[in-house]
């Protein structure tokens, strides 16, 4: 187990991804935001923080966490995308600037040696394969197929295709959309012929359509949940998921867990995403 660490950090480079747009700070919708790097003794991908801008005036309540995308020798490196007006404190922030991070945190990614990996990603949700690649002592084995809404341009996508096999499809329209999805039922069938695995992350809309495949075609597969995260301390009660019969501990089996304090990352077979939410909609 990896113990987080609280730690105040410098923030290195705050890079927008992209062409300007409306509805951000300075017209962008994605960032790679680099934080000198922390004091941890690992860390392991499919992880996050939490984090807030330092400073007296700023109320924990403005962290916010981030799926880790990778750590180098250089620093800590964030990916975001400003989705909603919280967010554009983050966009704002430049070189030198303070911030609160807490971390390592979560459960993380399988990385299996001599074992073909297919990593689905949609959107912000391609940040953690940046370093899931970087860990792997196989690079060679994984294969990324990334559906995205906006132009490619938007994410890292040149810097991670020279780390690994990757493919991108523009899901725009419905299309679109639906083509990205026979695809990657197709990849899924194979690798389940192969023997391999299957990790995914993005919105949730996504991942339950992974989640659906991945549990009909038998392909061991797993999930990143970390968009339903807000609090990230298992306090709001926003990101509860419910466990299946397969839960490792029989008496939860079957009962909600949170998302923040027993993922973000689940085996499919783990979890149930048809089963309703108690007190929730649905």
């Known amino acids: 187990m990896i113990s987080p660490v609280r730690s105040e950090l410098t923030v290195s480079d705050n890079v927008p991804f992209g062409h300007p747009s409306a509805g951000s700070s300075g017209g962008y919708r994605f960032y790679a935001l680099t934080l000198e790097r922390p004091e941890w003794k690992d860390w392991r991908p499919g992880q996050f923080i939490m984090m807030r801008p330092a400073g007296a005036a700023d ?30 404190r983050f966009a704002r922030l430049k ?36 370093g899931y690649a970087d860990k792997h002592p196989d690079p060679a084995s994984l294969f990324l197929l990334f559906g995205h809404t906006y132009p490619s341009s938007n994410y890292p996508t040149d ?3 020279s780390r690994m096999e990757l493919e991108n499809l523009r899901d725009h329209t419905p299309e679109e959309l ?14 389940r012929q192969r023997g391999g695995i299957c990790l995914a992350c993005g919105p949730i809309s996504f991942l339950y359509r992974v989640w659906k ?18 609090c990230g301390t298992g306090v709001c009660l926003g990101c509860v998921t419910v466990t299946s019969q397969h839960w490792a501990d029989p008496a939860h089996a079957g009962l909600p867990v949170q998302t923040c304090t027993s993922g973000p990352v689940f085996w499919a ?7 309703r939410i108690p007190g929730g909609k649905g």
């Open 213 to 230: 495949d991945a549990v009909e075609l038998g392909l061991p597969t797993q999930l990143s949940l970390e968009q339903r995260m807000a």
């Open 95 to 130: 070189s030198g600037d303070k911030v609160v991070v807490w971390g390592p945190l979560g459960t993380s990614f399988d990385v299996r040696p001599d074992t073909p990996t297919l990593l689905l990603a949609r959107g912000i949700g391609i940040a953690p394969f940046a």
């Open 159 to 161: 810097a991670m295709a």
């Open 269 to 275: 077979s783990d979890i149930d995403l048809d089963a």
């Open 178 to 191: 639906e083509y990205f999805h026979t695809v990657m039922r197709e990849k899924m069938i194979t690798y």
């Open 59 to 88: 109320s924990p309540q403005w962290a916010r966490p981030f799926s880790i995308c990778r750590v180098t020798s250089q620093g800590l490196v964030l990916f975001f995308r400003v989705a909603a007006p919280a967010w554009e």
